[in-house]
C-alpha cells in the first residue's frame, strides 16, 4: 500500500509513493459486505470506502495520478436516514454527484499534460462541463422516459388496461437502452471506458476474495459483477413497470411528467434489490432476476490490459489506506518501484517554479 500517511496530507503539497503488493484477507473482505464499490472513468476508476474516495488516472505520459479525499455518507453520519428505499433515493443522489465531479477530474488528467502541472479548470471550463452534464440528463430523460411513452401510446390500443400499457412501455425502454448501450460501445473513446469498467469489475472481485490487489491477482476474474450500475439500471427498468402500473395509463402531459416524481422511489426500490442480489448472489430463486443485469454487462465491460488493471487497483489500494485523523485531500502519483528514478521523485513544477499538486 502507499508509504506515505500523516506526513504529507496537505493537498498542496505534490507527492509521490511507491505500491507494494497488498492482499486482503477473504474474512475480512466479506465482513466489509457492500462498503467498496466504484465507477470507471476517462482513461481511470474510481473506488470508494466507506471513509475515503479515490480516482486513479492514467495521464498522457503513463503515470497514475490519484486524487484521495475522505467521504463520509449522510446516511452514516445521520442513522434515522438509513432505512431501507430512502437510503436508496439519497445514494443515488449521492452516487451522481460524485460520478460527476470525479468524471470532471479525468477528463482534465486524461486529455492535457499541463491538468498534472496543477492548472486549475477555468470557470467557463467547468460551466461547459456541468451544461454537458445537464444537456445529457435532459437527453436521457427524453429518450428512456418520454420516448417510450409516446411510441407506447402508437402501440397500445387505447381500450387496454394499465398493466399491458405499462409492461409494453417498460419492454420498449429496455430494448431502447440496450440498443443505446451498443451503439455508444463502437465509439472508440467509449470502448476504452467500458474496459476500464471492466478492470473495475476485477479489481473488486479480487478484493472480495482475498487476491492480492495487483493485475495478476485481478486478471483471472471475469468483469460481471452483480452489484454493477448497469445491472442497478435494468432493475430500475423492471421495478419501474410495477411503480408506474399503479398510476394507471398516462392520458396527457400532466399524467407523464407527474411520473418523475416517483424516480427517487424506484430508485431506492432498485437499490435495496441490487443489494439483495449481490449478498445472495449465489441463491438460485434470485438467479433468474440477476440474470439480465449480468448479460447487459457484457456491453458495458470488456477485458482490460494489465495497465488499466494496475489503475483500478492503485484506486482501491488507495481507498483502503489509512490516513491521519486530519486527512482531508490530496492528490500524488502512484507508481511501481521499479518504475521510480531520480526524476520522478521531484515535485511537479507550475510555471512560478514552485510545487503544484499533480
Not at 432505512?83 to 470525479?102: C, F, K, S
Not at 398510476?247 to 416517483?262: H, M, S
Amino acid at each position: 500500500m502507499t508509504d506515505s500517511m500523516a506526513k504529507d496530507q496537505d493537498p498542496q503539497a505534490a507527492d509521490f509513493t511507491v505500491t507494494e503488493t497488498v492482499c486482503v484477507e477473504s474474512g475480512e473482505a466479506r465482513s466489509m459486505d457492500m462498503a467498496v464499490g466504484g465507477q470507471a472513468l476517462i482513461e481511470g476508476v474510481m473506488m470508494r470506502s466507506p471513509s475515503y474516495l479515490a480516482m486513479a488516472v492514467r495521464t498522457p505520459d503513463g503515470r497514475i495520478v490519484i486524487r484521495k479525499k475522505t467521504f463520509g455518507s449522510v446516511v452514516r453520519k445521520f442513522k434515522f436516514l438509513n432505512v431501507p428505499v430512502l437510503r436508496g433515493g439519497i445514494h443515488l443522489i449521492e452516487t451522481m454527484g460524485l460520478g460527476i465531479d470525479a468524471l470532471m477530474f479525468s477528463a482534465d488528467q486524461a486529455i492535457s499534460e499541463d491538468r498534472v502541472e496543477g492548472k486549475k479548470s477555468s470557470f467557463w471550463e467547468t460551466a461547459m462541463m456541468w451544461g454537458t452534464v445537464a444537456f445529457s440528463f435532459v437527453l436521457s430523460m427524453g429518450l428512456f422516459f418520454y420516448l417510450p411513452i409516446i411510441l407506447t401510446d402508437l402501440v397500445v390500443p387505447a381500450g387496454e388496461g394499465s398493466l399491458v400499457w405499462n409492461l409494453v412501455d417498460g419492454v420498449i425502454r429496455v430494448l431502447m437502452f440496450v440498443l443505446y448501450l451498443w451503439a455508444v460501445s463502437k465509439f472508440p473513446d467509449m470502448a476504452r471506458v467500458f474496459e476500464y469498467h471492466g478492470a473495475e469489475h476485477k479489481s473488486i472481485h479480487a478484493f472480495e476474495n482475498g487476491r492480492p490487489l495487483t493485475a495478476a491477482g485481478a486478471r483471472d476474474f471475469t468483469t460481471l459483477h452483480p452489484r454493477c450500475g448497469t445491472s442497478f439500471l435494468f432493475f430500475v427498468m423492471l421495478i419501474s413497470i410495477v411503480v408506474f402500473s399503479f398510476l394507471g395509463r398516462p392520458e396527457d402531459i400532466p399524467d407523464r411528467l407527474q411520473r418523475l416524481a416517483f424516480i427517487p422511489l424506484i430508485g431506492g426500490l432498485a437499490y435495496e434489490a441490487i443489494k439483495l442480489s449481490g449478498k445472495f448472489s449465489k441463491a438460485w430463486i434470485l438467479k433468474p432476476v440477476i440474470f439480465p443485469g449480468l448479460m447487459m454487462q457484457k456491453i458495458t465491460t470488456s477485458n482490460p490490459d494489465d495497465d488499466q488493471l494496475t489503475v483500478a487497483m492503485a484506486a482501491l489500494k488507495a481507498t483502503l489506506t489509512p490516513e491521519a485523523d486530519d486527512f482531508k485531500e490530496r492528490v500524488y502519483y502512484d507508481m511501481p518501484e521499479d518504475d521510480l528514478d531520480d526524476d520522478d521523485l521531484q515535485p511537479a513544477m507550475d510555471p512560478s517554479g514552485e510545487g503544484a499538486p499533480a
